[in-house]
Every structure is written in structure tokens, then in C-alpha cells.
């Protein structure tokens, strides 16, 4: 009888101290902010930025739109070269002997 007892008391005590847990969870996962992902395209070969305010000499190339977006980027966000995609009759001079290799 004492056995019976002991473990309806010990379940007793698990299942409410999963549902406690569960609760609190649920909670604290629904009271975060949803997250959100901003993503920087780079608009053709030299790496000008698509809506960036940056001087065209100052963001040329994509290593100078990383540093120009290290201030303002934040870490969750993305940073895409696309160059080349926007004017589709230019082609990437560091890609060209690339290309021509491959052809080959």
C-alpha cells in the first residue's frame, strides 16, 4: 500500500512539474519578438548598394560594402552579391579567365 502511495504521489508530483515547465516555456517563447532578417543585394559588378546612401566610391567593390555596412548591418543580417544579375550585357572581369577555362 505504501508502494501504491509513494509512487500516485512521486507521478503526481512529475506531471506537475511538467506541466509548470511547459507552461513557463510556452510563455516565455510567445512573449519573444518575432524575428526579423534584413538582407543587403548589391546591385551590379562594382558592388553599389541597393538603397545604401553610400558615396559610389566609398561602396565600390563588395569587401568595401562589407566595411561600409559593418556600422550599420546588424549580425542576423545577410549581405548578397549579386552583381551582374541587374545588367545581364556585363560581365564580371574577375569571372572572365574563369570562364574562359572552363569553356575551355
Sequence with gaps: MKTEQFLGNRFAFTAILFFI???FSTATLQAEE???LNI???SDIEGYLVGCDCPSGASAGLSA???ALEG???VEDLLLDAG???E???SDPLLEGFMDKAAA
Design 65 to 67: 560594402v562589407a566595411a
Design 84 to 86: 551582374g544579375f541587374r
Design 72 to 74: 550599420i548591418k546588424g
Design 34 to 36: 518575432p524575428s526579423s
Design 40 to 42: 543587403w543585394i548589391t
Design 21 to 23: 515547465i511547459i507552461t
Design 88 to 90: 545581364p550585357l556585363r
